[in-house]
Each structure stands twice: as structure tokens, then as C-alpha cells.
């Protein structure tokens, strides 16, 4: 029906699943989606790879894209810088593809107050015990980044009715799924197919 992109945010907490998640939507939906690759200041974990998961930057080369007008919005998170690239998502929008953020809850507020359209996302795991062994089960970051991460949880579940949509990542293959129709769902919306709605009528208008 209505084939116009859809920029969607999807957050959660650390250790909610959300780069599986990503992951599988763009392996079972290639050509409808496009992940935008942020970058951070903060340093890459073992297999993490520059341009792939995140372009690794310095402060200064950070701050001078802030400066520039480069990033869609930016955010402080335990420590270190992390921001959207605008052009990949605008170019993306333009082609129709529906982007996806994975970013955290303040880099969503600004994305939904510059496109009041965007769909905002929430994913959780199915409750608190399970994130945590989640998040430590991980193993790659130390107690204490665990520990903020944990904390930096707390202040995020205060955040969550913010957000459009809640998803319980209790199985990964259903997460992927219900995204996937949540999002397509989304774009079906009569207040997002007005240009659509006035083209039937004119054309049904025609037959009387
Ligand atoms: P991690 O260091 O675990 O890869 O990411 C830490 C947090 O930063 C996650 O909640 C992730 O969603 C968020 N994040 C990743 N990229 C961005 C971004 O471009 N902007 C914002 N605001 N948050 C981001």
C-alpha cells in the first residue's frame, strides 16, 4: 500500500538482544532494510570492525562532525560519544528503504522531535534477572562498564513509555518477526497513506 520509507529507532537495554535483532532483519529482509551504522568514541571490542559495527572515532573527530552538522543527533553514554551519521539515513529514506537506528533513549527523543514520524521501538528481554545474566554473560566488558551499563538500565526503564511499541525478546526468531510486522504494520497507517487515500477517491469520485 503505502510504499514510502519509514525511519524507525529501535532501543533497549545493554543486553536486550538489540544487535541480533538488527541482525536478523537484515539477513531475512535484505532489499527492505537499511541499519545505519553509527559512530562512537568509545574503543572496539575484539571482532568489532571500523565502518562495519561502528566508525571508531577520537573526540576531536567527533566533536568536529557535531560542528559540522554531520550527525542526526548525539548522546553521552557511560563515558563516551555516540552519534548518527545524517547522510546514510537520508540517502537510504530517499532510495525507500525503511532505516533503522539502534541507538539509546536520548538519541530516540531527538529522532522523534525531527521526524515526529519516526516509529520508536523499546526491546527488553523478558525480565530484570534475565538481563543481567545476559549482560555478564556477555563477557566483554569489565565489572565496573557492567556495572554502569546495569545503572544506565535503571534510568532507561524510566524512559520507556516514551516509546511507541514494547518488544519482549524472548526468542529471537519471534523478536525479528514481530519487528518486521510491527514496522510494515506501521506504514499502513491512514494518517501515513494520505497522498494514497486521496488517489482512490479522485479515482472512485470519477466512476459518478
Ligand atoms: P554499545 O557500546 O553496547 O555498542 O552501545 C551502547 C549504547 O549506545 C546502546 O544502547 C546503543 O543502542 C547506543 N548507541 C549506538 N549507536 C548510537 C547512536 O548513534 N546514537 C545514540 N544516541 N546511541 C547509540
Known sequence: MNDRALLTVISGFAGSGKGSAMKGLLEKYPDTYALSVSATTRAPRPGEVDGREY???SDEAFEEKIRA???LEHAGYVGHYYGTPRA???ENLAKGKDVLLEIEIQGALQIKKKFPS???LFLTPPNADELKRRLIGRG???EETVKKRLSRAAEEADGMEQYDYLVVNDNLEDCVETIHRII???KNKVSRCLDEIQSIREGVH???
Open 206 to 208: 470519477a466512476f459518478s
Open 118 to 120: 519516526a516509529c520508536l
Open 88 to 90: 546514510y539515513v537520508e
Open 55 to 57: 566508525f571508531f572515532l
Open 69 to 71: 552538522g554531520e550527525l
Open 140 to 142: 566483554t566488558e569489565d
Open 184 to 186: 510494515q504494520s506501521e
